[in-house]
């Protein structure tokens, strides 16, 4: 009860914040959705323009390809926690720059101290470089890394495979290996 209390907490920050420029083009912020119990949490880079209209984090394409990648290994989206390291959309979809990051980093950091998840996957260069620093995911993906006491999971970003059927095949990969992961803790 009390950790859907905070959650609303949470998500009424994100959605009356105006830290950064972005709110001033947002039709919706988008906070995270799913199992407060999670122990699994996905994080992503942004919300697109489906997610902006609707509020809802990857409720576009690159939720579809993500969500069925995990159906198929037995993940169904109840049992997870997903959310972006950004709230609102960047107009254009550009990537988000240092400050909004910055400025916007304070309620991934609530939502990840709430859920308390087994482990974070983090998918695609935004998140990675925002929550370990780190670059290059294409070259470290399908780690897994203990850092801080968490443990967090390095994949590609289910968006850049759309037009790349290789990056698919290695998300997909990736996907299960993770799941391997999980059965193991
Ligand atoms: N890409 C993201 O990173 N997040 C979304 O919510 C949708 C697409």
């Given at each position: 009860m009390k950790k859907k209390m905070n959650i609303n907490k949470i998500n009424n920050q994100i959605t009356s914040c105006t830290q950064c420029i972005l709110h001033k083009h947002r039709k919706n912020a988008v906070p995270g959705i799913g199992n407060i119990c999670a122990e699994i949490m996905m994080i992503?880079?942004?919300?697109?323009?489906?997610?902006?209209?609707?509020?809802?984090?990857?409720?576009?394409?690159?939720g579809h390809i993500l969500y069925d990648i995990l159906m198929d290994n037995g993940i169904p989206k109840s049992s997870l926690y997903i959310t972006n390291v950004i709230k609102c959309r960047p107009p254009?979809?550009?990537?988000?720059?240092k400050k909004e990051?910055?400025?916007?980093?304070?309620?991934l950091m609530r939502e990840i101290n709430l859920i308390k998840p087994k482990i974070i996957?983090?998918?695609?260069?935004?998140?990675?470089?925002?929550?370990?620093?780190?670059?290059?995911?294409?070259?470290?993906?399908?780690?897994?890394?203990?850092?801080?006491?968490?443990r967090y999971f390095l994949t590609i970003h289910p968006a850049a495979t759309i037009y790349n059927k290789n990056l698919f095949v290695l998300l997909k990969n990736d996907i299960q290996t993770l799941c391997e992961f999980i059965s193991k803790y």
């Open positions: 992503g880079e942004a919300p697109g323009i489906y997610e902006d209209e609707l509020g809802l984090p990857f409720v576009g394409r690159a254009k979809n550009r990537i988000p720059n990051i910055n400025e916007c980093k304070i309620y996957c983090i998918m695609g260069n935004i998140a990675y470089s925002t929550i370990l620093g780190g670059k290059n995911i294409i070259k470290n993906r399908g780690r897994l890394v203990f850092h801080d006491n968490q």
